[in-house]
């Protein structure tokens, strides 16, 4: 099987987040990164089907040059190759444009399997995974919790509200969105280090691919919410309170 | 003249088969570096001298085995120049002997009795009392007792008892030499050539307990010890000096709460597979069931490195950094242990905040701000690290609060870090090498930018961690950072303290990494006496202090269901803390109350304070 998996890289879940100075992102100075975490169950279940099936692992990753450090980790872990698709701009992209700068890299691999994780720490869209395998005219299903090879294709499980659960049968190749916890992540070792020293990381620029990186949605404005909630402490014997209580319900929230 | 000849053939024999069977044992291929450590060479000797000559281990843990072991070593030394003499005769031809009229043979002659009484006890004691340490009865250990036995009784007999040159005289010498040659030849092969390795292992025996080395500079191939030819010289030494004396079993807390961990058989399984030309040395338990490996793994993850065992062997074995944890080492660096506690830890810790329990940065942001700590800028004395312990347990800041006033009371100038991850102790205590050194290698970078000269933390782990295990990276070592356990500094600075002391009978826990790891027993206990404390001791104290069972990352890892209806490790120490009849027993250490409060709650004893050595003194401080 030769399965793909997507990674993001993202701030890193404990930093202390700044607005940068165009109000339209976070300050990536003195920040750290890490793979996006839903990312790493999509890795892992991709480690655990080539282990017990064969092929090969490639990580794709769509992101400034930071971003190798997220793939180089990825191929300690036990992946075989990566590609990373560089440009700056991608640090901070839209979904579709980004899903096009990776369909570009992946279209050149005859792969069976895309795996995503289900969404970003970051942006939390959800959406790249999705619009990818509709460009790679590819089936897709999402929030993944099993992945079972079969004659033909495979067969998987996907989670539902409220405990339920629904059992998809799908041809190959095909997209799956990796729900986050349903494996145990694997830990890096010294040995897998070494080893990724000598694996392959192929840089391409977005105009290599041929992709435009022209953004179809741009993020106005980021900012910390307005506190909006307000208190008051109505004080006095109970009859007087519920008075006031009701004039300010009435007048104030007016609610009733 | 057939005498000599007979002799000289004996002599050349025994040497030749000596050498055979050292050569047996030794000639593997092995790690030429690290080298033996030579630091201190006084002290080296000193010890040697202390532990070998005067048999102070031996004597101390078991005072009747050991002085009947003492009187036996005592009496070879004495005996050295008469089997010198022996020789000599025996190269000269019998006709030279004389009457032995000299005070030297009638003092070699109480020696012998004394060494007569010594091997007949040790002899008793392992035939007919048979301790269940010293394991099944060995028929080699009565060989050389019964060859001891012989030249004994014939040095006595050919003192005083036959007239020289009579037949029986000439007899008697052939025996005494025959017993000499035979247990030349019976030593090397067993358990007794701990004869010749102890001092040895003894002389190069790390300071402190439980040490690892660092990885070999620039070897790609050294992922910690995973087989034999991993192994360094030092392990060869001490995998064939054991004695097996079972001392090191008989103070293991593991073992002793019924688990499977057996350092003593550790060590033996390392020998056994070593002898039997074996290869990787750890493996699950089926395959060391299968013989494909030797150590289970099981085994391994159930130490707490708590140092009790090196701290037990007479002949200077280290079980727990060059072979228990350097185990592990090699098994996770390959990626090979399958335990999912040990997994989780190792997730947890790789991803932001890189502490063990996974809890956000944010909590200790909001508590340093809360206790206005002053951040540290190098403008400061004293950097406090308050590692993970301080900085997210509840108890462990409370200790962190107690050091501010302290400080502040005797005037200290010092700062804390604005983010903190793990330093690495319970990363690499489990075997993670990559993840300690990810993690160091930022640590010394904002050491180095914050410009740290002297860093005093509550943690004894995490000193340890600086002092012992940060050195060996040259970075670090190259900044020049004092490090101190916060009961170094607080002894320092009890004439500094104007102290209001109070009576308080209480108990005091050394934590082993404290105790045994950095050698600091007094210091917690000075402070204590300040404060107004006194102290009843609990059996195991000092260097002989019994782990609470949280540390070799046992407080992250441990499974937790343990075997059957033995104790568990915190429970058995809870026991001892109870029998002083104290009301508070004094810890050093963010772990050690963890672990007791969960034995306090378990036993239905919450009464029993928990308080670390800070949080007295500071309750003790005036105005
Ligand atoms: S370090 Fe402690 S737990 Fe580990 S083997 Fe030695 S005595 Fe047992
Ligand atoms: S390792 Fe040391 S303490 Fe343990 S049995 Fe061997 S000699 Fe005795």
Same mark, same amino acid.
């Given at each position: 099987m030769k399965i793909i998996v997507c990674l993001k890289q993202v701030p890193a879940r404990d930093s202390v987040l700044r607005i940068d100075d165009a109000q339209a992102w976070v300050r990536e100075t003195d920040l750290s990164f890490e793979i996006n975490e839903p990312d790493t169950y999509a890795l892992e279940e991709g480690l655990r089907l080539k282990e017990k099936h064969g092929g090969e692992v490639v990580v794709v990753c769509a992101g400034p040059a930071r971003a190798a450090s997220a793939i180089r980790e990825a191929l300690a872990k036990g992946a075989d190759r990566g590609i990373h698709i560089e440009d700056e701009a991608l640090a901070r992209l839209d979904s579709f444009t980004t899903a096009r700068a990776l369909a570009a890299a992946i279209r050149a691999e005859s792969f069976d399997l895309v795996l995503t994780g289900l969404q970003s720490d970051d942006l939390g869209f959800s959406q790249t995974g999705v619009i990818l395998a509709e460009l790679l005219g590819a089936p897709h299903a999402t929030i993944i919790m099993e992945v079972q090879k079969m004659e033909g294709g495979i067969k998987v499980k996907r989670e539902l509200e409220a405990g339920w659960f629904q059992y998809v049968e799908m041809p190959l190749p095909a997209l799956l969105a990796i729900q986050s916890g349903i494996n145990k992540v694997r830990y890096a070792t010294l040995m897998g280090i070494k080893k990724a020293k000598t694996k392959e990381l192929k840089r391409v620029t977005p105009a290599e691919l041929g992709v435009d990186l022209k953004p179809r949605q741009i993020i106005r404005r980021v900012y910390a919410p307005q506190k909006s909630k307000q208190t008051q402490f109505l004080e006095g014997p109970p009859k007087e309170v519920a008075a006031k209580l009701l004039e300010k319900l009435k007048f104030e929230a007016r609610v009733l | 003249m057939a005498s000599r000849v007979l002799f000289a053939i004996l002599i050349v024999a025994s040497i030749w088969y000596f050498a055979r069977t050292i050569y047996r044992r030794f000639h593997y291929k092995i790690q030429s570096i690290p080298a033996f450590p030579f630091d201190h060479p006084g002290a080296r000797f000193w010890r040697v001298f202390l532990e070998v000559v005067l048999q102070s281990r031996v004597i101390r843990d078991r005072p009747v085995a050991g002085l009947l072991h003492a009187l036996v070593l005592w009496g070879f030394f004495a005996f050295a120049w008469v089997s010198l003499r022996h020789m000599a005769l025996g190269f000269r031809g019998l006709e030279a002997a004389e009457r032995e009229e000299s005070w030297y043979g009638l003092f070699a002659a109480a020696w012998a009795v004394a060494v007569l009484v010594g091997i007949l006890g040790l002899t008793f004691r392992r035939f007919a009392l048979r301790p269940k340490e010293l394991g099944p009865l060995s028929p080699t250990s009565g060989l050389v007792s019964a060859l001891i036995v012989l030249l004994m009784l014939t040095y006595l007999l050919g003192w005083r008892g036959f007239g020289v040159h009579t037949t029986a005289w000439r007899a008697n010498w052939w025996v005494h030499t025959v017993s000499f040659f035979a247990l030349l030849v019976v030593i090397p092969q067993s358990k007794h050539l701990h004869l010749a390795l102890s001092p040895v292992a003894i002389f190069f025996r790390p300071w402190n307990t439980s040490s690892i080395r660092p990885l070999r500079a620039g070897d790609d191939d050294d992922l910690g010890i995973v087989r034999f030819t991993d192994l360094a010289p030092k392990d060869l030494l001490d995998i064939h000096a054991c004695v097996e004396c079972g001392r090191c079993t008989q103070v293991c807390p593991a073992n002793l709460t019924g688990q499977s961990l057996n350092p003593k058989e550790v060590i033996l399984q390392m020998q056994r597979g070593l002898m039997a030309g074996g290869a990787v040395i750890s493996g699950t338990p089926e395959e060391v069931g299968r013989g494909t490996a030797w150590v289970s793994e099981e085994d391994l993850y159930q130490c707490l490195s708590c140092g009790a065992c090196e701290e037990a062997c007479p002949v200077g074995i280290e079980h727990v950094g060059s072979k228990i944890l350097d185990l592990r080492r090699g098994l996770v660096s390959e990626g090979r242990t399958n335990k999912p506690k040990v997994g989780s830890l190792f997730t947890t810790m790789e991803?932001?905040?890189?502490?063990? #329990? %996974?809890?956000?940065q944010e909590t200790r942001r909001k508590f340093i701000t809360a206790e206005r700590f002053p951040i540290f800028d %190098?403008?400061?004395? #004293? +950097?406090? #690290? +308050?590692g993970c312990g301080a900085s997210y347990d509840p108890h462990g800041q409370e200790v962190a609060r107690a050091m501010k006033r302290i400080f502040e009371a005797a005037r200290v100038s010092w700062g804390v870090l604005e983010a903190e991850t793990c330093c690495g102790e319970p990363g690499r205590r489990a075997g993670n090498e990559y993840l300690y050194l990810q993690v160091s290698e930022k640590l010394i970078e904002a050491f180095g930018q914050k410009k740290v000269k002297k860093l005093v933390t509550s943690d004894p782990h995490c000193a340890r961690m600086f002092d012992v295990d940060y050195r060996q990276i040259p970075e670090f070592e190259g900044l020049g950072i004092r490090v101190e356990h916060h009961s170094e500094l607080l002894a320092r600075l009890l004439p500094s303290l104007a102290l209001s002391p109070a009576r308080e009978s209480l108990t005091y826990h050394d934590p082993c990494y404290l105790a045994r790891g950095r050698g600091i027993t007094r210091e917690p206990r000075s402070i204590l006496e300040s404060a107004g404390a006194e102290i009843t001791e609990m059996?195991?104290? %000092?260097?002989q202090t019994f782990c609470c069972g949280a540390g070799g990352a046992q407080l992250f890892i441990a499974e937790d269901v343990r075997g059957g209806e033995e104790k568990r490790v915190n429970h058995r120490r809870f026991e001892e803390v109870l029998a002083t009849g104290a009301q508070t027993v004094a810890v050093a250490c963010p772990y050690c109350p963890i672990m007791l409060k969960d034995a306090a709650t378990h036993a239905g004893r919450d009464d029993i304070a928990i308080l670390d050595i800070a949080e007295i003194l500071a309750r003790r401080l005036s105005g």
């Open positions: - | 991803r932001t905040p890189h502490n063990p #329990w %996974g809890v956000s %190098g403008s400061q004395e #004293w +950097l406090f #690290w +308050l059996p195991h104290h %000092g260097k």
